[in-house]
């Protein structure tokens, strides 16, 4: 199977990410940890880092990469613009070019579509009730004309965005000039996200995983764990294998030194195997779930162009 992806600017991305999500707001410890299993992972044979300014991890990323030795150039740093502001793009890019000690990210995303109020310099603006501090005087079509100002500075090599959907992308198409070259999301086989695939494919932009094995519910399913023994693989690998046949990318998070061998070793699953794995679609969010309001970052699904699973379900019976 391929190792790499090529975008739609010619680009080409190892098809499998580490992660460093360590948690909100890591302290020095965790952060240690993290450098020391992005270690690890590059000396089993990843070259692809996965983080955002939001994790915290950006300096753990960077601190791997130097430890290394690996040229930067046969590396592909993927990191994510915070909770945004048309007028914060340049300026967080080059928090995190400083926070990561690096000259240039391969790839950079917008993390969310939201658009916020900056006050203080918080991380995650909020108003007092714990909302989402929103800015509905602009939107991200606009910050995505800043990103394709920083794509065209150098800083960064390619542009994405992360947690869109047909919806959110149609609209954001409807004024760029450069088509995101990535689009990252939850993406595992309760959540395999068929007609996003299909669409994202037609337009070019190459779509990547992320919490992409579905934790331990996906992984203990009787369907993977049948497969799992069937190619004498574990189910990590199951899932992931199947990611891969479908033409995605995978963000697999592993502190472990052995499993992170182990998830670079994918397999070519049967063709009615692979069905399925489609065939567990419950169109199920099992990292992000929405507020006591139904909100997601002070957005309902609809407005982030999200089906309730509910609603899959009720199709699915008539």
């Known amino acids: 199977m391929t190792k790499s992806l090529q975008l739609n600017n010619g680009a080409s991305m190892p098809c499998i990410a580490i992660g460093s999500w360590v948690g909100t707001s890591p302290n020095s410890k965790e952060l240690a940890r993290a450098s020391s299993w992005l270690s690890t992972a590059l000396e089993a044979g990843y070259r692809h880092i996965d983080t955002a300014a939001l994790y915290g991890t950006e300096g753990a990323v960077g601190e791997a990469v130097r430890r290394s030795g690996i040229p930067r ?13 048309t007028k914060r793009v340049r300026e967080s890019l080059d928090r995190s070019l400083k926070r990561a000690g690096l000259d240039y990210f391969d790839l950079y995303l917008v993390h969310w579509p939201q658009v916020v109020v900056y006050k203080n310099n918080q991380p995650v603006p909020l108003n007092a009730d714990g909302s989402m501090m929103l800015d509905e005087t602009s939107d991200f079509n606009d910050t995505w004309k800043e990103m394709e100002k920083v794509l065209a500075s150098g800083k960064v090599k390619s542009i994405g965005v992360s947690n869109f959907s047909i919806k959110t992308l149609e609209q954001l198409l409807k004024t760029a000039t450069v088509t995101p070259a990535v689009l990252q999301v ?14 994202c494919k037609d337009k070019g932009i190459m779509v990547v995983a992320y919490a992409a094995t579905g934790y331990a519910v996906v992984r203990e399913d009787p369907i993977i764990v049948a497969l799992a023994k ?10 992931l294998s199947w990611h891969i046949g479908r033409g995605t990318g995978v963000v697999a998070k592993s502190e472990n030194a052995s499993r992170q061998e182990e998830n670079l070793t994918v397999i070519e699953l049967h063709e009615e195997d692979a069905r399925r794995i489609d065939a567990l679609d419950k169109n199920r969010r099992l990292c992000i779930q929405p507020d006591k309001q139904g909100k997601v970052f002070g957005w309902t699904f609809d407005r982030l162009g999200w089906q309730e699973e509910s609603v899959l379900q009720a199709e699915a019976k008539l």
């Open 73 to 85: 150039k046969d590396l592909f740093i993927t990191t994510k613009l915070p909770f945004h502001h």
């Open 186 to 199: 939850e993406l595992h086989p309760y959540l395999a996200q068929h007609e996003l695939l299909r669409w």
């Open 230 to 239: 069937k190619y004498n693989v574990t189910p990590t690998q199951v899932v």
